[in-house]
């Protein structure tokens, strides 16, 4: 029995291998053609100079449109199938510097006030540092990114327990309807259409693979009065999972 459980572990790891060299081959190769049908768009937009036809120069910036939003796919499937074979170094963090710089670096947070609150014995940790600000990179861009209103409210909360680090990223935004809450960890997939906001539909995705490897959980909550809450705990101990 257990020779056979063996047996399907590894056959399972090698499908896995397989699916992910896949997509990191299909994603890479078209990446090049993709670039090559944007700047031939470039090229035939200059060579009509100034004169071009108002119709078909906002064509061209749609289908310039369309090729760099369908690159930034590409690059998301790259990062998707790469998870777990890149950025995997332990160091030590600061957690809070880590918000922070997370903070900082979105581009998007104008007439947002962030809440941000802790509640850790220490501030600092070992752990795989580039996945975990990226997780929380991931889930503060969405809180900003797709909320609705003028002004807007974004909370962090950081408690340490036992064994894992409980992060709560939550806002005041529309939320997300019962129907359509399992369907946003899917690759790709949008509440919103891409061409009314813009995004790749894969941070969710690639966020909940990696506390998936690290053996964690991410789970959505729906916020009492509209709003979203995402709850991450993230192990003090890393459990690799592949």
């Not at 910036?61 to 995997?88: D, H, I, P, Q, W």
């Not at 670096?105 to 007439?111: A, G, I, V, Y």
């Not at 409980?166 to 939320?175: N, T």
């Not at 997939?189 to 894969?202: F, L, M, P």
Request: aromatic content about 8%.
């Amino acid at each position: 029995m257990a020779e056979a459980e063996k047996k399907c572990q590894e056959e399972l790891s090698a499908l896995k291998k397989e699916y992910e060299d896949f997509v990191y081959i299909v994603s890479h190769d078209i990446k090049t053609p993709m670039r090559a049908i944007s700047n031939i768009a470039k090229w035939i937009e200059d060579d009509l100079g100034a004169d071009i036809n108002i119709d078909v120069l906002n064509n061209f910036t749609l289908l310039k449109n369309r090729v760099g939003r369908l690159e930034n796919m590409l690059n998301a499937l790259l990062e998707l199938s790469r998870v777990n074979r890149t950025e995997m170094e332990f160091y030590e963090v600061n957690i809070p510097k880590i918000v922070e710089g997370c903070i900082a670096s979105l581009d998007n947070k104008l007439n947002v006030t962030f809440h941000v609150n802790y509640n850790l014995l220490s501030e600092n940790c070992v752990t795989l540092g580039k996945k975990l600000n990226k997780v929380i990179f991931n889930l503060l861009d969405n809180a900003v990114r797709f909320h609705d209103k003028e002004i807007k409210n974004v909370f962090v909360d950081v408690t340490e327990k036992e064994l894992d680090y409980e992060l709560k990223i939550s806002d005041d935004g529309p939320g997300i309807s019962t129907e359509l809450k399992e369907r946003i960890f899917s690759i790709f997939y949008t509440v919103n259409s891409k061409d009314v906001i813009d995004s790749t539909g894969a941070g969710l995705t690639i966020s909940s693979k990696i506390i998936e490897m690290v053996g964690g959980s991410i789970r959505y909550i729906p916020a009492e009065n509209s709003g979203s809450i995402f709850q991450i705990n993230w192990p003090k101990k890393i459990n690799l999972k592949n």
